[in-house]
């Protein structure tokens, strides 16, 4: 049997390791260098000094502009995609890689990637 002093300290522990837990989580989960599952390019690993020019979350209403103006400065980049906005404009998704562009994978939905596993068929 426990005494109501220590039942107290044990709720206060409690609180301060799920307060804690908590606030590690949601720091993790905004993370741009770390995840917990599969890997994660954060660098190039050259040692020239290039820039890397993305587009997150594509298509949107703006792709046909960025990618007019991408186009008259003879510029590629990296457009990140999610498959629902592909879904819904497949057009765009055509349009980025035939004028060059790379495609990313930012999931099909744009959860909060920091919990997502990768595909069972990744590296097939
Ligand atoms: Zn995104």
Redesign the pocket.
Same mark, same amino acid.
């Given at each position: 049997m426990t005494t109501k002093p220590a039942r107290s300290l044990l709720a206060i522990l409690t609180a301060g390791v799920l307060l804690a837990g908590g606030y590690a989580t949601l720091q993790a989960s905004k993370s741009r260098t770390f995840q917990f599952f599969g890997g994660m390019v954060n660098r190039a690993g050259i040692d020239d000094k290039v820039v890397a020019l993305t587009f $997150? $979350?594509a298509p949107t209403s703006q792709t046909g502009s960025v990618l007019r103006i991408l186009d008259d400065l003879d510029v590629r980049a990296t457009f990140?995609v999610?498959g629902e906005a592909l879904e819904r404009d497949a057009q765009a998704g055509r349009r980025i890689v035939e004028e060059g562009h790379e495609l990313g994978n !930012?999931?099909y939905s !744009?959860q909060r990637?920091v919990f997502k596993t990768p595909p069972s068929s990744a590296g097939k």
């Open positions: $997150d $979350d990140f999610i !930012h999931s !744009h990637m």
